[in-house]
């Protein structure tokens, strides 16, 4: 394996001891992360060894795509049948239609806003998350969630879809975001997995124009206008690292026609062939000439403006949410 790339593993399987090692200080337990602390140290020895990313049954090379998501692997697919690997691959089918059909519903508009999203996941399932929740009551209100899970494949998705029931367990008419977030974040805390946290933004809309949002470590959102654009920066940690983490929400006024623009490391971390990152300097300079636009319409330049830099598929998952304010 070159060194180079060597050295990245070791510093990704040094990272992963640091947080199991912190959150046995944190929660004073043995278990399951004493095991998954056996199993990193163990990596680590491999890796010393020059045996990292050997499978133990051929001892031919797992696939290097695979260890940058679960680096402790010891396996690849030879010891699985051609009807196993069939079996596998329609579980993973019915694992993502499960998953679309836990999105929202398409151009939702309630309390004055409309909605559009784009659910872009890099293989069959995804670790981001989107979700609306119309609140219709006197007054309306419109409850939004964007995120992403750290990691990827089945694992990521399956945390996703934790976070996301948690979420919609707990919304009820005018409860304000930064008591929402802090909640969830106890939850997810309560019973925590290792290694798995998420960023994410969750805010309420309503009538008057009023934004209340909680930005937990994502990538910060974009408020366009004729005559503006406006970043929300994280004031919090991602949830499901600490269970005592305070959460803070800001407070918005759009004018009718105005956008909320949201949107996960997908599309600002795409990469075209030589390395570059489509970055937020280039979206600034694509949104604002698209700020009347329609959410539907806004989101379809956005995506083709990404596919083109990129050129070809995204290889990570990618999501949009856009609300826009009735003019």
Same mark, same amino acid.
């Given at each position: 394996?070159?060194?180079?790339?060597?050295?990245?593993?070791?510093?990704?399987?040094?990272?992963?001891?640091?947080?199991?090692?912190? *959150?046995?200080?944190?929660?004073?337990?043995?278990?399951?992360?004493?095991?998954?602390?056996?199993?990193?140290?163990?990596?680590?020895?491999?890796?010393?060894?020059?045996?990292?990313?050997?499978?133990?049954?051929?001892?031919?090379?797992?696939?290097?795509?695979?260890?940058?998501?679960?680096?402790?692997?010891?396996?690849?697919?030879?010891?699985?049948?051609?009807?196993?690997?069939?079996?596998?691959?329609?579980?993973?089918?019915? *694992?993502?239609?499960?998953?679309?059909?836990?999105?929202?519903?398409?151009?939702?508009?309630?309390?004055?806003?409309?909605?559009?999203?784009?659910?872009?996941?890099?293989?069959?399932?995804?670790?981001?998350?989107?979700?609306?929740?119309?609140?219709?009551?006197?007054?309306?209100?419109?409850?939004?969630?964007?995120?992403?899970?750290?990691?990827?494949?089945?694992?990521?998705?399956?945390?996703?879809?934790?976070?996301?029931?948690?979420?919609?367990?707990?919304?009820?008419? !005018?409860?304000?975001?930064?008591?929402?977030?802090?909640?969830?974040?106890?939850?997810?805390?309560?019973?925590?997995?290792?290694?798995?946290?998420?960023?994410?933004?969750?805010?309420? *809309?309503?009538?008057?124009?009023?934004?209340?949002?909680?930005?937990?470590?994502?990538?910060?959102?974009?408020?366009?206008?004729?005559?503006?654009?406006?970043?929300?920066?994280?004031?919090?940690?991602?949830?499901?690292?600490?269970?005592?983490?305070?959460?803070?929400?800001?407070?918005?006024?759009?004018?009718?026609?105005?956008?909320?623009?949201?949107?996960?490391?997908?599309?600002?971390?795409?990469?075209?062939? !030589?390395?570059?990152?489509?970055?937020?300097?280039?979206?600034?300079?694509?949104?604002?000439?698209?700020?009347?636009?329609?959410?539907?319409?806004?989101?379809?330049?956005?995506?083709?403006?990404?596919?083109?830099?990129?050129?070809?598929?995204?290889?990570?998952?990618?999501?949009?949410?856009?609300?826009?304010?009735? *003019?």
């Amino acid at each position: 394996m070159d060194a180079s790339v060597s050295a990245a593993f070791r510093d990704q399987l040094m990272d992963r001891r640091r947080q199991i090692a912190a *959150a046995l200080e944190r929660l004073g337990e043995a278990g399951d992360l004493m095991r998954l602390l056996q199993e990193v140290d163990d990596a680590l020895g491999r890796l010393e060894g020059n045996r990292f990313g050997e499978c133990l049954v051929c001892h031919g090379e797992v696939d290097e795509a695979d260890l940058h998501i679960h680096p402790t692997l010891q396996y690849c697919f030879c010891e699985l049948s051609r009807e196993q690997i069939s079996a596998l691959e329609s579980d993973l089918g019915l *694992a993502s239609r499960i998953q679309w059909s836990l999105l929202p519903e398409q151009d939702l508009r309630c309390a004055g806003w409309k909605s559009h999203f784009r659910y872009q996941p890099a293989g069959h399932v995804s670790g981001d998350m989107c979700d609306l929740i119309a609140c219709p009551g006197s007054p309306a209100e419109l409850y939004f969630l964007i995120g992403d899970v750290a990691g990827k494949g089945v694992a990521a998705s399956l945390f996703m879809a934790h976070v996301g029931a948690i979420f919609r367990s707990l919304i009820e008419p !005018s409860i304000p975001v930064d008591r929402l977030v802090t909640r969830a974040n106890e939850l997810l805390t309560q019973k925590s997995v290792v290694s798995r946290y998420a960023t994410l933004v969750c805010g309420r *809309a309503v009538a008057d124009g009023t934004i209340e949002i909680c930005n937990a470590g994502h990538c910060p959102p974009l408020v366009l206008g004729s005559r503006r654009v406006l970043s929300v920066e994280a004031t919090g940690l991602p949830v499901g690292m600490f269970g005592a983490t305070p959460f803070t929400a800001s407070r918005l006024s759009l004018e009718p026609g105005e956008t909320l623009f949201l949107y996960t490391d997908g599309l600002s971390e795409a990469t075209n062939r !030589s390395g570059e990152e489509f970055g937020t300097t280039r979206m600034l300079e694509i949104l604002p000439k698209h700020a009347d636009a329609e959410p539907m319409e806004l989101a379809a330049t956005v995506l083709k403006d990404s596919y083109e830099f990129a050129g070809g598929p995204w290889k990570d998952d990618l999501t949009l949410l856009i609300l826009r304010r009735d *003019a």
